[in-house]
């Protein structure tokens, strides 16, 4: 199960953490250099069970994600087909605890369309790519369980799973020119980070939450996960990447 958030109430940080609330959610907790080590960040392909690196998988997607559907894919990478999230009866209020996962709610709920829902990633790349949902699914995924903290307001940690930033990048071919990454959400929200932060092993694009499809509150489809980060990094809903 979920490890619930601590709720953090000094009066006098409080009002350092709301220009951050307003725009994405929080604040991260800073990573340790310990804070991500091969014991807690497991790296896999899709249909082998031994952990690997990331380099050891050719930058392809599998032939059979051609013609893939987005809420049924079984045929290609062994996925299992998902049942996809729905929005629930009660929306939490900004920083409120949502029971049903043990995690505080930031940012303004998007709904989006899995059945026409697109990763595009253009920018400084060779190969601009419009990535669907079970596409994604079949690239190398990470899971791990980083602390999301919002000083003053509330630390959350849970498990989250996904395809590291990296490898993404690796398809596109990232041009040499490039020096930063903007993820984009389907809120028009938008957020960059360094290409050297980006293409860190650790920083991956979630679609799980505690080995299941992310709530919709929680940023279904996609969301970010930068372990020693801000929180307005771990942009929600994201329907983008536009490399700089």
């Known amino acids: 199960m979920f490890n619930k958030g601590t709720l953090l109430l000094p009066s006098v940080l409080r009002g350092l953490c709301m220009l951050g609330l307003l725009l994405a959610g929080c604040t991260a907790q800073p990573a340790s250099p310990t804070a991500v080590s091969t014991a807690t960040l497991t790296v896999v392909a899709p249909v082998v069970t031994a952990a690997l690196a990331l380099t050891e998988i050719p930058p392809t997607l599998p ?20 049942l996809v999230p729905t929005l629930p009866a009660t929306i939490p209020g900004y920083t409120e605890l949502d029971e049903s996962t043990g995690l505080h709610m930031t940012g303004t709920v998007q709904q989006v369309d899995l059945a026409s829902y697109l990763l595009k990633v253009t920018g400084l790349v060779d190969h601009p790519l419009s990535l669907s949902y079970d596409e994604l699914r079949c690239l190398p995924k990470v899971t791990d369980n980083p602390p999301l903290v919002c000083v003053g307001f509330f630390r959350d940690v849970a498990s989250w799973s996904g395809v590291p930033i990296k490898y993404v990048l690796e398809l596109a071919g990232v041009q040499a020119e490039a020096r930063s990454v ?12 360094s290409l050297e932060e980006a293409q860190q092993l650790e920083n991956f694009l979630a679609y799980e939450l505690e080995g299941k499809p992310l709530p919709v509150l929680h940023g279904f489809p996609l969301r970010a996960v930068f372990p020693g980060l801000e929180g307005n990094k771990w942009a929600k809903w994201v329907v983008g990447i536009e490399v700089e």
Not at 182 to 193: G, K, Q, W
Request: aromatic share 4%; charged share 10%; net charge negative.
């Open 63 to 82: 032939a059979a994600t051609a013609t893939s559907t987005a809420q049924d894919n079984s045929t290609a990478c062994n996925l299992v087909p998902i």
């Open 182 to 193: 903007t993820l984009i959400s389907a809120d028009a929200y938008r957020t960059t980070v």
